[in-house]
């Protein structure tokens, strides 16, 4: 069996695409998004999990309700799931005092660290998700966006070992106080 061999100029094009786009380069766009802003208050998201394919596998709503006080914020967040499942997420996210966010959650290993800039914030950390009786833990990169003062999209890809999973898409709407 022959042995594929990869021209060094090859693999150096293949691994440039992993760089990726940081949060630093929306730092000029507009409407701000200040999580402690955003992030108060009555929110509902409506979104869909999708396979390593791209098929839909999934729709959901949350309704969310989130505050914050003295730096923290809470986010309780509570789905519905097209099959009926219910659960829920309750997200705390932390202030640190050299820029950014951590936020933690109960199904979350560890901190997940969150950075903004401009009109966007990217969270990266890894969620334990049930699967068949036991579970598996995915490293998720969350990208959110606000559009509007009162709308924001948010794409998340998940991935175990590197490789990609799934995928979720979702629209988080401020509701009026």
Same mark, same amino acid.
């Given at each position: 069996?022959?042995?594929?061999?990869?021209?060094?100029?090859?693999?150096?094009?293949?691994?440039?695409?992993?760089?990726?786009? =940081?949060?630093?380069?929306?730092?000029?766009?507009?409407?701000?998004?200040?999580?402690?802003?955003?992030?108060?208050?009555?929110?509902?998201?409506?979104?869909?999990?999708?396979?390593?394919?791209?098929?839909?596998?999934?729709?959901?709503? $949350?309704?969310?309700? $989130?505050?914050?006080?003295?730096?923290?914020? =809470?986010?309780?967040?509570?789905?519905?799931? @097209?099959?009926?499942?219910? @659960?829920?997420?309750?997200?705390?996210?932390?202030?640190?005092?050299?820029?950014?966010?951590?936020? =933690?959650?109960?199904?979350?290993?560890?901190?997940?660290? !969150?950075?903004? $800039?401009?009109?966007?914030?990217?969270?990266?950390?890894?969620?334990?998700?049930?699967?068949? @009786?036991?579970? #598996?833990?995915?490293?998720?990169? @969350?990208?959110?966006?606000?559009?509007?003062?009162?709308?924001?999209?948010?794409?998340? #890809?998940?991935?175990?070992?590197? !490789?990609?999973?799934?995928?979720?898409?979702? =629209?988080?709407?401020?509701?009026?106080?």
């Amino acid at each position: 069996m022959r042995k594929l061999k990869l021209p060094v100029i090859g693999l150096v094009f293949l691994l440039g695409g992993c760089g990726g786009v =940081t949060v630093s380069e929306y730092a000029g766009n507009t409407p701000k998004l200040d999580p402690e802003i955003f992030f108060n208050g009555r929110l509902v998201a409506h979104g869909v999990i999708k396979n390593r394919g791209g098929k839909v596998i999934r729709r959901f709503r $949350a309704d969310i309700n $989130a505050g914050w006080s003295d730096g923290v914020g =809470t986010l309780d967040e509570r789905f519905v799931f @097209d099959d009926g499942e219910l @659960d829920r997420r309750v997200w705390t996210l932390r202030n640190n005092p050299g820029g950014g966010y951590t936020g =933690t959650a109960g199904d979350v290993i560890g901190d997940g660290a !969150i950075t903004v $800039a401009g009109n966007a914030m990217f969270l990266d950390y890894v969620l334990r998700v049930p699967r068949n @009786d036991s579970s #598996i833990d995915l490293r998720i990169d @969350d990208r959110m966006y606000l559009v509007s003062p009162d709308v924001l999209i948010n794409e998340s #890809i998940m991935t175990k070992f590197g !490789i990609r999973v799934g995928q979720i898409l979702l =629209t988080i709407r401020r509701l009026p106080n």
